[in-house]
Nanobody, 115 residues
Framework: QVQLVESGGGLVQAGGSLRLSCAASENIFNFNNMGWYRQTPGQERELVAR???????SYADDVKGRFTISRDGAQNTVYLQMNNLKLEDTAIYYC?????????WGQGTQVTVSS
């Protein structure tokens, strides 16, 4: 069973930065893609950033230029560097990994941006 463990969330002031980590229990290059999603109460989980096995990245429009997704194959870890954080970035952030039609999720990490 694949396990994804997120870390790095916390409380930060607007304009600040955080780096989230997602450690996978197996080789991240086994996955077709990995990504970060976020969810706020009453809202659907939404894509923030994604990276595919070839290294191609994509981002939600509202985080482009502020967030960067990256990976370290030696550590089997995917990162989300979040800069210039805004109040509206407050959410639970989830790591997701997909192999063909099978999807795996981490437990989530809370990010709270204060004014």
């Amino acid at each position: 069973q694949v396990q994804l463990v997120e870390s790095g969330g916390g409380l930060v002031q607007a304009g600040g930065s955080l780096r989230l980590s997602c450690a996978a229990s197996e080789n991240i290059f086994n996955f077709n893609n990995m990504g970060w999603y976020r969810q706020t109460p009453g809202q659907e989980r939404e894509l923030v950033a994604r990276i595919n096995v070839g290294g191609v990245t994509s981002y939600a429009d509202d985080v482009k230029g502020r967030f960067t997704i990256s990976r370290d194959g030696a550590q089997n870890t995917v990162y989300l560097q979040m800069n210039n954080l805004k109040l509206e970035d407050t959410a639970i952030y989830y790591c997701r990994a997909a192999i063909l039609r099978t999807t795996y999720w981490g437990q989530g990490t809370q990010v709270t941006v204060s004014s």
